[in-house]
């Protein structure tokens, strides 16, 4: 069986994994791409959360085989100002949920600006994302540390 060609953070790989390895574990153990962190390898923490074509997914739920030929971006490939503002607004403390949480909140923004509704504000106006807004798209991912009040800070920042 020929290996899957992954297209990761701008680079190409070939992947030498079975077709029922998830995406999450072809990046870490078969790629070294060990930025994507893997929580409750079960869909419900945002811990792995990398984009796909710029949309966000769990990528612990995800077949690595999937995804050939489409543009994956671990942390590892993000350049963007979420990052220094969750620091500005101590939006991390241990900080392993922090890639997951970054990763899901450009997915997010990227949904809001299309027009993605949500359940927290029905017939939100463009261009104020609430904070109510913003913790409603982001409650996929947990933060075991507690430092929900900072990321919502950081996301909206960003967002204006």
């Given at each position: 069986?020929?290996?899957?060609?992954?297209r990761?953070?701008?680079?190409?790989?070939?992947?030498?994994?079975?077709?029922?390895?998830s995406?999450?574990?072809?990046?870490?153990?078969?790629?070294?791409?060990?930025?994507?962190?893997?929580?409750?390898?079960?869909?419900?923490?945002?811990?792995?959360?990398?984009?796909?074509?710029?949309?966000?997914?769990?990528?612990?739920?995800?077949?690595?085989?999937?995804?050939?030929?489409?543009?994956?971006?671990?942390?590892?490939?993000?350049?963007?100002?979420?990052?220094?503002?969750?620091?500005?607004?101590?939006?991390?403390?241990?900080?392993?949920?922090?890639?997951?949480?970054?990763c899901?909140?450009?997915?997010?923004?990227?949904?809001?600006?299309?027009?993605?509704?949500?359940?927290?504000?029905?017939?939100l106006?463009?261009?104020?994302?609430?904070?109510?807004?913003?913790?409603?798209?982001?409650?996929?991912?947990?933060?075991?540390?507690?430092?929900?009040?900072?990321?919502?800070?950081?996301?909206?920042?960003?967002?204006?």
């Amino acid at each position: 069986m020929p290996e899957p060609r992954l297209r990761i953070n701008g680079e190409d790989h070939e992947a030498d994994v079975s077709p029922q390895v998830s995406l999450l574990d072809a990046l870490r153990e078969h790629l070294w791409l060990t930025g994507t962190k893997k929580g409750c390898d079960q869909g419900a923490c945002g811990a792995c959360t990398v984009l796909v074509d710029g949309r966000r997914i769990v990528s612990c739920l995800a077949l690595a085989v999937q995804y050939e030929g489409r543009e994956i971006t671990t942390i590892e490939g993000v350049d963007h100002p979420l990052q220094e503002a969750f620091v500005r607004h101590d939006g991390l403390q241990c900080g392993y949920c922090t890639p997951g949480q970054i990763c899901s909140a450009i997915g997010m923004l990227g949904e809001y600006a299309a027009g993605a509704p949500s359940a927290a504000t029905e017939g939100l106006a463009p261009g104020s994302l609430t904070p109510a807004e913003i913790r409603e798209r982001m409650s996929g991912n947990i933060c075991r540390c507690g430092a929900y009040n900072g990321i919502a800070e950081a996301i909206q920042e960003v967002a204006s």
